[in-house]
């Protein structure tokens, strides 16, 4: 059975920083591009940072460009989110999925597995 489980959430205050991770099971994605997408209360989900097969390019939103960064451990099936300089509008639930191809994409139909999410809070 393949799953992606997230971890690293929690509370933080305005200007902290967290990293989320997670973990795959069940089957490598070493050859899929990786994603990070959140869902803020009565919001859409939208698209955070996605990283390629390798490692070697990523994609982020605007919102979170030099914030925050992806990365990848094919070795151990995980990627990464090193999120800085959190602000009170990055609060929402945090989801990591494996993409259908090798190239990063912000699309979030091009993702076919998801995790369950991790809590992210900050405090303003």
């Known amino acids: 059975q393949v799953q992606l489980v997230e971890s690293g959430g929690g509370l933080v205050q305005a200007g902290g920083s967290l990293r989320l991770s997670c973990a795959a099971s069940?089957?490598?994605?070493?050859?899929?591009?990786m994603g990070w997408f959140r869902q803020a209360p009565g919001k859409e989900r939208e698209f955070v940072a996605a990283i390629n097969w390798s490692g070697g390019d990523s994609d982020y939103a605007d919102s979170v460009k030099g914030r925050f960064t992806i990365s990848r451990d094919n070795a151990k099936n995980t990627v990464y989110l090193q999120m800085n300089s959190l602000k009170s509008e990055d609060t929402a639930v945090y989801y990591c999925?494996?993409?259908?191809?090798?190239?990063?994409?912000?699309?979030?139909?091009?993702?076919?597995?998801w995790g369950r999410g991790t809590q992210v809070t900050v405090s303003s």
């Open positions: 999925a494996a993409a259908t191809g090798p190239l990063a994409t912000f699309r979030l139909h091009e993702y076919n597995y």
């Open positions: 069940g089957r490598t994605f070493s050859s899929n591009a």
